[in-house]
């Protein structure tokens, strides 16, 4: 009898435990989405500081809410979704977007994507007084439709053209007449700039409303570019679009202030050099000063320019220069009373705010040391106080600081360990922080400008729960000097049930694109339950950041210049040699995935690194930096007629000879930012020396290979190479 009821609940206690430990499949991850983390998504302060709006579901309609911040207490009902209507039509408002005066609101919808951050849509305006919806235009879609600062007019795009309505008398005026497709565009930016500079829409309403800054981009000597979509038409559409690869002709841009009083534009004088980039204008606190950022060809030096908006005369207040290259940010920010303003550098070798008076002259560095500031989160006049988020505890953690304007009285206000970041409420009263570590999903609080928590918003409990269901592998940080005995970070994941006595196979993942980071002592979603599905499969999983990525200075982060892919390649193979030293790694069997950058260093790894790769894995990888646009590229490169060894003598494209692995190529046909010439280029490479490879191409889509069941097709794919071939 005893001997049976040992082996009954021994039996059960297996059961049970094997019932615990469920297993992971791609399609959990990419097609029933059951590990994403929950937000607080909707939650838009207002004006006051105060209070906050959120949509809230009444029947088939969403209603929008006025909250008060602190308490979480309704305070009104200021929007009744099912009463927005124009005619007949229910007015979709789950979009939604204020007046700077809150008297106005936006409601977008009908939608279309153009590229990464530019979008057309039609937009309507609900007055909260009356009640009343109306139409902005019923000339066709809108482009970055944008309140005047006192809410009574209302900018717009259309078909490459700049138009102003007046929401008071219902008049829409013309600013510009002369656009076109491909050729001119006004306060709209051309693809790279909008790519690589971060910014599509380009005109900005100064503080009364009475003047609209634009930038006019001349494209008609820029190159095309044209991929076929494949729509089951007899023949296939094609998608013709300007797009300036290396070395080539870029926009010619010109500076512009409409004066709304007199309807007359002045031409800024940006100077007679047209092969340069204008990546930023924005108002300063006067009414009649624009400024914008005058930055030459080869990226090494910018400078802040002021424009009388009335006769269109500048003058520099700021220079800066760089022996290789400056990037640009949006942290300038004006002060209030003419007191001058906020300046980001890395001049001191590692990114730091800076505080000039409105001469130029440099009043003092506010932030100092041997870390990277890497977001500017605002400044309160009233209580003199810069917030902003560093590297200063490590370069894989966030924090959230407070400091005087001065540089004193430096405040962490972050307690955790991990990444914090800082979403601040108007006049910066409070904040709401999102918080993570590598092993922890995020937690969203609000807190108080002093960093004093005031409640949880979202703790994502739910998901902490059902993680206990998996046999999961935590994410260990690890260190080591590679050859030229430099430090460098990475993380790895460990088989489940791991034995040190045993050897296992390593899939290694990275981007190490310049400026980047993957080894972050915070969550990532799906790589996380991807990577410990890989874990659950028996493999090992790593991830290193080599030379040219972000939080450990200029130095480092700029040492990659003019050769890129030659550092980072080392650094790789530096990463599975140690890793083939460890005991229970099998240094026969170790891969490496990358998307992007990341697949530029794949194809990097399983030529150039033929002896230490056994397989690798590249998606949307650039293959020649000659087809990549030319404002990344020459960034760090230069020109390819100025620099040609650093094109070709990283170029996986000439070395293809070299591969004695197994290699997996993958690609979207609709990628507008990494061509798909890229891997059809390599692809004749690999045929031309008769190199066995698998390819996959899926058609239409973009860089981010999304939509439908095409991530749970791709990420099997990849699974069954990893099996097949690790």
């Known amino acids: ?4 009821f040992l082996s009954v609940a021994f039996f059960s206690f297996i059961s049970i435990n094997c019932f615990a430990q469920k297993s992971i499949s791609v399609e959990d991850i990419w097609s029933k989405y059951a590990f994403r983390t929950n937000s607080v998504g909707g939650f838009n302060t207002m004006k006051d500081g105060l209070h906050y709006t959120d949509l809230e579901k009444e029947g088939d309609f969403d209603n929008i809410i006025k909250y008060e911040l602190k308490s979480g207490k309704k305070m009104a009902v200021l929007v009744k979704g099912a009463s927005v209507k124009v005619g007949d039509k229910t007015i979709d408002i789950s979009g939604y977007s204020f007046s700077p005066d809150e008297t106005k609101l936006f409601f977008s919808t009908d939608a279309e994507g153009i590229y990464r951050r530019s979008s057309v849509e039609t937009n309507y305006v609900y007055d909260l007084k009356t009640g009343t919806t109306s139409e902005l235009s019923n000339a066709g879609k809108q482009m970055f439709a944008t309140f005047s600062p006192i809410g009574n007019k209302v900018a717009f795009v259309r078909a490459n053209n700049l138009f102003i309505k007046d929401l008071n008398n219902g008049k829409e005026t013309q600013v510009t007449t002369d656009g076109k497709n491909n050729e001119i565009k006004n306060g709209w930016a051309d693809w790279v700039y909008e790519e690589e500079f971060s910014k599509a829409n380009y005109f900005e309403w100064n503080a009364d409303g009475s003047k609209l800054a634009f930038v006019r981009f001349d494209e008609s000597k820029v190159k095309e570019y044209t991929f076929d979509t494949y729509n089951n038409n007899l023949y296939p559409d094609k998608v013709t679009f300007k797009y300036p690869k290396a070395g080539e002709d870029n926009s010619v841009l010109t500076v512009h202030v409409y004066d709304l009083i007199s309807a007359k534009t002045t031409s800024v004088d940006i100077g007679t050099e047209t092969d340069i980039y204008i990546p930023r204008i924005q108002w300063t606190t006067d009414k009649n000063t624009l400024s914008l950022q005058r930055m030459n060809r080869l990226q090494n030096k910018v400078e802040l320019m002021f424009a009388n908006a009335s006769d269109g005369s500048t003058k520099t207040i700021l220079s800066e220069e760089a022996k290789t290259y400056i990037d640009i940010t949006d942290d300038l920010t004006f002060l209030p009373n003419n007191k001058g303003f906020i300046w980001s550098s890395e001049k001191d070798n590692f990114n730091h705010l800076y505080h000039y008076d409105n001469t130029g002259k440099l009043v003092n560095q506010i932030t100092k040391g041997n ?3 890497v977001s500017f989160n605002g400044y309160d006049e009233k209580l003199n106080l810069l917030y902003y988020i560093s590297t200063e505890r490590g370069q894989i953690n966030r924090d959230v600081y407070s400091i005087k304007l001065d540089g004193t009285n ?3 206000l972050s307690t955790a360990e991990g990444t914090s970041s800082a979403d601040f409420s108007a006049g910066l009263k409070y904040y709401v922080s999102s918080y993570s570590n590598a092993n922890t999903p995020p937690v969203y609080e609000l807190h108080s400008a002093d960093g004093k928590l005031i409640k949880v918003l979202e703790d994502n409990a739910e998901l902490k729960t059902k993680m206990k269901e998996y046999n999961l592998s935590t994410k260990e940080f690890f260190t ?18 791991f034995d040190p006595n045993k050897k296992y196979p390593v899939y290694m993942f990275a981007y190490n694109g310049p400026g980047s980071n993957e080894c972050n002592n915070a969550w990532e979603t799906y790589d996380f339950w ?11 999983v790593v991830c290193v950041d080599g030379r040219g990525t972000l939080g450990r200075g200029r130095e480092f982060k700029h040492c990659t210049y003019l050769q890129l892919g030659k550092l980072e390649t080392l650094d790789q193979i530096d990463a599975a040699k140690y890793l083939g030293t460890l005991p229970y790694v099998d240094k026969t069997r170790i891969g490496f995935q990358g998307w992007s950058y990341g697949g530029y260093m794949a194809s990097l790894l399983i030529t150039k690194g033929a002896d230490y790769f056994k397989s690798t894995i590249a998606v949307a990888p650039v293959t020649n930096w000659k087809f990549y646009d030319n404002i990344y590229t020459e960034r760090f ?11 070709e003598d990283n170029s996986p494209v000439n070395f293809t000879k070299q591969i004695k692995g197994k290699f997996l190529l993958v690609h979207g046909s609709g990628d507008d930012n990494v061509h798909f010439q890229n891997s059809m280029e390599l692809a004749n490479s690999l045929v031309k020396n008769n190199i066995p490879f698998d390819f996959m191409v899926y058609p239409n889509k973009n860089h981010g290979i999304y939509g439908g069941y095409t991530r749970t097709h791709l990420f099997n794919k990849m699974l069954k190479f990893v099996k097949e071939n690790l």
């Not at 080591?480 to 049930?497: H, Y």
């Not at 490169?637 to 094109?647: E, I, M, V």
Request: avoid cysteine; proline fraction near 4%; charge should be positive.
């Open 410 to 412: 430096k405040k962490r």
């Open 637 to 647: 490169l230069r020109k390819p007629q100025d620099n040609k060894s650093g094109y």
């Open 530 to 540: 991807w990577h410990s599905l890989l874990n659950q499969e028996g493999y090992m």
């Open 371 to 373: 870390w990277d500031v």
């Open 1 to 4: 009898m005893k001997s049976f």
């Open 480 to 497: 080591f000097k590679n050859t030229d005995g430099i430090e460098l970070n990475g993380w790895m994941m460990k088989p489940q049930n």
